[in-house]
């Protein structure tokens, strides 16, 4: 990702904001509208975290759902090629020239 993510940023900054609120529930005070603009700010802040986050998760599980996907029909394809009267053959290997654009030839 471009962004680097603490991973506990999100937990701690809603943990922080919990705490804000405790001054204003026991009625000692009311917030003002600065106060529940710094509020949101943080409120926003944690999303984006949070998307990064989701979204690096969801990478990291579609890959791995790919090679398993893959190492399963990897695994089917051997088993299928190695199974006694299978019909299923290996190419045969050619050697085949490396073509350069150097001074001996012209790709």
Same mark, same amino acid.
């Given at each position: &990702?471009?962004?680097?993510?603490?991973?506990?940023?999100?937990?701690?900054?809603?943990? &922080?904001?919990?705490?804000?609120?405790?001054?204003?529930?026991?009625?000692?005070?009311?917030?003002?509208?600065?106060?529940?603009?710094? &509020?949101?700010?943080a409120c926003d802040s944690m999303y984006r975290i949070a998307r990064m986050l989701e979204n690096e998760l969801s990478v990291?599980?579609?890959?791995?759902?790919?090679?398993r996907d893959r190492d399963v029909? &990897?695994?089917r394809i051997l088993d299928e090629a190695t199974r006694p009267g299978?019909?299923?053959?290996?190419?045969p290997v050619f050697h085949r020239p490396i073509l350069s654009d150097?001074?001996?030839g012209a790709a």
């Open positions: &990702m471009a962004e680097q993510v603490k991973i506990l940023e999100v937990s701690d900054g809603l943990k &922080m904001l919990r705490a804000s609120f405790d001054f204003y529930v026991d009625g000692r005070a009311t917030p003002t509208l600065a106060e529940f603009q710094v &509020m949101q700010e990291y599980r579609w890959n791995e759902h790919a090679r029909e &990897m695994a299978s019909n299923v053959k290996l190419f150097g001074p001996t």
